[in-house]
């Protein structure tokens, strides 16, 4: 997302024009619209001063006039924020061998010997209910008899996740990873230290003075949150491109009890993760 997108015409390329050129008529419009004030205050003034008029009124009408022309005759167009655009985005497709099908994940949550006849009953029916198809998959530590739910397995899955659509976007958007001045990492429930931006700037060596910010626990509401804490700073800094990568980890959260609260999260959470530009 950039406040001046870069992109060909079929992505609307006229507006982009359009708008790019009265973005750069702003600051002479209102240099123009000064010059002009100015030169009707000097001229009623001089029409006061001949016609002898009392002083105190020459002062109220010419700060009147002046508010007048100032604040009132405005064209709205040229005094709205700067508009942001989505350029691209990308969404990641899993490899195959990720896939994890009903009857698999039910296979491997029996033999794990941890869950009852109850509480896998409970994930079976939530499952055929969630409305995910059998195409649906798992990070590779959750294919393992118990799952690894250590760190380094969680890190791997951050690579996996977020620097496939990276590349991708990268590639659609035509820009290098140097062009980026924002990026915004959402994650909700993982949240290492070195930070999830910070991997991704040391992967695609990214410039030193890159404005970062990473996202985490706020639940499936935090892309809204992030596409709008990238919009800010769009409509301040003139020619910019940010990029948000959205994912959750998933290595890290499985549950291994017999709260059916907590059981959901086994079932409906699954693999995934999108950039937008």
């Not at 626990?217 to 301040?236: F, R, T, W």
Request: aromatic fraction near 12%; charged fraction near 15%.
């Amino acid at each position: 997302m950039g406040s001046v997108p870069k992109l060909s015409q079929s992505h609307g390329g006229t507006l982009l024009h359009f708008t790019q050129l009265l973005t750069r008529l702003r600051l002479p419009f209102f240099q123009l619209q000064n010059f002009f004030i100015l030169i009707l205050l000097i001229s009623m003034e001089t029409y006061i001063f001949l016609r002898g008029w009392n002083p105190i009124f020459c002062i109220f009408l010419l700060l009147s006039s002046y508010a007048f022309f100032k604040y009132i005759i405005k064209l709205p167009i040229l005094n709205a924020p700067r508009p942001v655009y989505l350029v691209d985005f990308s969404c990641l497709r899993p490899p195959s061998f990720c896939r994890v099908p009903f009857s698999l994940f039910l296979e491997n949550a029996t033999l794990m010997d941890i869950f009852d006849k109850d509480s896998l009953s409970f994930m079976a029916k939530t499952l055929k209910s969630s409305g995910q198809s059998e195409q649906t998959c798992l990070p590779p530590a959750l294919h393992f008899i118990p799952p690894k739910t250590h760190q380094q397995e969680s890190i791997n899955e951050v690579h996996m996740v977020l620097f496939p659509v990276m590349d991708d976007l990268l590639t659609k958007t035509h820009l290098s990873p140097c062009d980026i001045d924002i990026l915004i990492v959402n994650c909700s429930g993982f949240c290492p230290s070195p930070s999830l931006s910070s991997i991704v700037i040391n992967k695609y060596s990214m410039r030193s003075d890159i404005k970062s910010y990473n996202l985490s626990g706020m639940g499936c509401s935090a892309s809204a949150i992030a596409i709008h804490l990238a919009e800010n700073p769009l409509q301040v800094n003139e020619n910019s491109n940010a990029v948000v990568l959205s994912t959750d980890i998933l290595s890290n959260g499985w549950y291994a009890g017999k709260e059916y609260s907590r059981l959901i999260l086994n079932c409906y959470f699954r693999m995934g993760s999108a950039a937008f530009c």
